[in-house]
């Protein structure tokens, strides 16, 4: 399967943990085909001082969705991350965003056939809801995956 992957820091030494994380992908999710260059924005959804250092990745691996799903939120763990995106209690629930040393979302996957793999579960939904929205992923997505 091939899954495009984002990865954003906005603490720390954020290329450097960046790095770290592709080596983290590599060595438990599967190889990691093409890398875009860094590319540098503002936070989204939220106020800080911190800028994101952010970039996209193809991930070639024979894991089922949920199981990337997993590794990647043990990686976060590992690389310092200690909670994720919360939602706000009530009617309408919304992400609540904040500052954080890395962050992995799986934005697309396709099977061996090149067929898109879907998914609308509670813990997870492919293509990421809002990736299209977001310059942060789309361009450098665009680096690495001409025509997504």
């Not at 894991?63 to 009617?91: D, F, M, N, Y």
Request: glycine share 6%; aromatic share 8%.
């Amino acid at each position: 399967m091939l899954y495009y992957l984002s990865l954003g820091s906005n603490l720390g030494e954020r290329e450097q943990t960046l790095r770290a994380a592709l080596q983290h992908i590599e060595q438990q999710i599967g190889s990691v085909l093409r890398c875009s260059s860094f590319y540098y924005s503002e936070p989204w959804g939220f106020d800080s001082k911190n800028t994101f250092c952010n970039l996209c990745c193809a991930v070639e691996s024979t894991l089922a969705p949920i199981e990337v799903l997993r590794l990647t939120q043990s990686i976060e763990r590992t690389l310092g991350r200690t909670h994720k995106s919360c939602s706000e209690t009530g009617a309408k629930t919304k992400p609540v965003y904040s500052d954080r040393p890395i962050d992995i979302d799986i934005i697309r996957a396709f099977d061996n056939e090149g067929a898109e793999i879907t998914s609308s579960t509670p813990l997870l939904t492919i293509p990421h809801p809002l990736w299209q929205q977001r310059e942060f992923v789309t361009v450098p997505l665009s680096e690495i995956a001409n025509g997504l």
